[in-house]
């Protein structure tokens, strides 16, 4: 088998176990504890930066895998976020604001524009790892003060720690909340867009069941979803348009 076929499939892999392990982290969190669940956390966010490098390294970036990365991301972002929120309530607005630039994306992506990573983006990512780990870590105080212990660390007062909580959340929110900014700015909307916006929803969902319809064939979807050289000559305009019959 070609190498660089190897090469994307070991990439799309790592990726994909974040997306496994996204799942498993509420079954291990309820069964052996915050701590081990924070141990995963990390190996399981490993994968976001050691998949891209690799990617960009072994020159295997395609849309397929851009694609599955966000889907790997948002899941687990999610998921995390579920799971910490009976413990920083706060964290309930970072889920409505996390869904809502699923929305959004989503949204921008059906209507032809671009949707594209931004600074803002990946730092809220790396803002919600952080909040993420600091948050399960520090979920069960007891837990927390016995690792503290076997590591021959300084013991944090139970109200430091949820002050620490608190002002987590109040950090991942802040995140969320100028990751969706990025995402509406009208200065960054273009003029698909600004259309699109005078979309009734029964136009929308016209779209919608004429997607299939409209799409290339199935080899060449294919093709430009696991090409290379087409992803790195299209990734600024990363969109459903890509994807469609030629009408000129």
């Known amino acids: 088998m070609n190498k660089n076929i190897l090469a994307k499939i070991f990439v799309n892999i790592l990726t994909s176990?974040?997306?496994i392990g996204s799942c498993a982290l509420i079954p291990v969190f309820y069964t052996l504890g915050p701590i081990i669940t924070s141990n995963l956390f990390l190996l399981i966010i490993s994968t976001d930066w050691i998949d891209?490098?690799?990617?960009r390294k072994l020159g295997v970036s395609t849309f397929f895998g851009a694609l599955l990365d966000?889907?790997?991301d948002?899941?687990?972002?999610i998921t995390t976020l579920i799971l910490l929120v009976s413990t920083i309530p706060s964290l309930s607005g970072a889920i409505a604001l996390e869904v809502a630039i699923l929305g959004v994306g989503t949204y921008k992506l059906i209507t032809g524009n671009p949707v594209k990573s931004s600074i803002v983006g990946k730092s809220k990512m790396w803002v919600l790892a952080i909040g993420v780990f600091i948050g399960l870590i520090t979920s069960d105080y007891t837990s927390f003060r016995e690792l503290c212990r076997s590591l021959n660390l300084p013991l944090i007062s139970i109200t430091k720690v949820d002050n620490i909580r608190k002002s987590v959340g109040l950090l991942v929110v802040t995140s969320e909340v100028l990751t969706l900014n990025s995402y509406i700015d009208l200065k960054k909307v273009?003029?698909?867009e600004l259309e699109a916006k005078k979309l009734k929803l029964v136009d929308l969902k016209e779209r919608l069941n004429n997607l299939k319809n409209n799409l290339e064939s199935q080899d060449e979807v294919l093709?430009?979803?696991f090409d290379t050289e087409f992803y790195e000559q299209n990734?600024?305009?990363?969109n459903l348009s890509l994807f469609l019959k030629k009408t000129d």
């Open 17 to 19: 176990i974040r997306i």
């Open 223 to 225: 093709k430009k979803l």
């Open 74 to 77: 948002k899941l687990l972002g």
């Open 70 to 72: 966000g889907i790997s």
């Open 235 to 238: 990734k600024d305009n990363g």
């Open 190 to 192: 273009n003029n698909n």
């Open 52 to 55: 891209g490098f690799l990617a």
